[in-house]
């Protein structure tokens, strides 16, 4: 069994596998490779990189760049807060599931890019259709994440907060919210990667600015080191973005135990959470014992708890 590599090692792994990637490409492009794929049609990754300074010593790039970033994380915010909030609700009310969730149902399965016509007609600038897209396309995951999460809460936990005279409120700041941290945060990180898409998309159909009409100006003057260099920072916002979005999920969850893996591939748990306490020794059925056998009717409303 190989000893697990260190935390440098790791780092250096990973730069070492960009690397490589970086070197193919340039071989399979200096070298004007066609076989199946038409590698001659790309740039080289020394293009890319010539034009990649130019536009950071330009005031364009900037400017595109701020208003990308200002259209995902508006749109994306909004997306959070109407997500999670919207999906506690279908999840604790039976009220708001039969109102809402047919017609987030039938809206569901819309691509958010599909919306572009509607954003146009709807508002009177691109830039609020844009936002509005990207948190369409935000809103959804988030929604289900969330609600997926609430409804899987052990009734235990709230009915301990009733137990001790705890309201509605309470049980949401306590209970439902803390308790379904780890799912919802798996949907904002669905939905960050979901609006960078949509919002590149957006840009290019009906944006002025931005990332992705820079790019989509840069294919149609055959520009493909241009190009290239939108989807380089498309890339690099994206993982930053992401990143961010699990640091502060791992920020807020801190309390929960983390498993990782040894060079075997076998799980890991390298913070546990406070054991339960012991259960009582079954009753053997036979001398002076004061133990009962559970009942039939114990034994399924605990399976239909664990259910």
């Known amino acids: 069994m190989s000893r697990p590599l260190p935390k440098a090692g ?57 208003d990308s970033l200002t259209r995902i994380l508006t749109g994306f915010l909004l997306a959070a807060v109407l997500g999670v909030a919207t999906g506690v609700l279908v999840a604790r009310s039976r009220l708001a599931e039969d109102l809402l969730c047919p017609l987030l149902e039938v809206v569901r399965p819309i691509p958010a890019i599909a919306l572009v016509p509607v954003a146009i007609l709807l508002f009177p600038s691109n830039e609020q259709g844009i936002v509005f897209i990207t948190c369409t396309a935000a809103f959804f995951p988030v929604l289900v994440s969330t609600r997926h999460a609430v409804r899987a809460l052990t009734p235990t936990w709230e009915e301990a907060v009733l137990t001790m005279g705890g309201g509605r409120w309470r049980i949401l700041a306590s209970v439902v919210l803390p308790g379904a941290l780890p799912g919802i945060f798996g949907g904002l990180s669905v939905g960050i990667g979901v609006s960078w898409i949509c919002v590149i998309s957006a840009e290019m159909i009906s944006g002025q600015y931005g990332v992705g009409y820079r790019t989509w100006q840069d294919y149609t003057v055959v520009d493909y080191a241009g190009v290239f260099v939108g989807m380089v920072t498309i890339g690099i916002l994206g993982w930053l973005t992401s990143t961010a979005v699990e640091l502060l999920g791992r920020r807020l969850t801190r309390w929960l135990p983390r498993t990782s893996y040894d060079a075997g591939g076998r799980p890991r748990t390298t913070r546990t959470a406070r054991p339960a306490p012991p259960a009582p020794a079954p009753a053997t059925g036979t001398g002076t014992g004061t133990g009962t056998k559970p009942s039939s009717e114990s034994e399924e409303a605990r399976d239909e708890h664990l259910v």
């Open 10 to 66: 790791r780092y250096a792994l990973r730069v070492a596998s960009l690397a490589a990637a970086l070197g193919v490409w340039q071989l399979l492009t200096s070298l004007d490779i066609d076989l199946w794929l038409r590698f001659s049609q790309f740039p080289t990754v020394t293009d890319v990189a010539r034009t990649f300074a130019d536009r950071l010593s330009g005031p364009d790039y900037w400017t595109d760049l701020t």
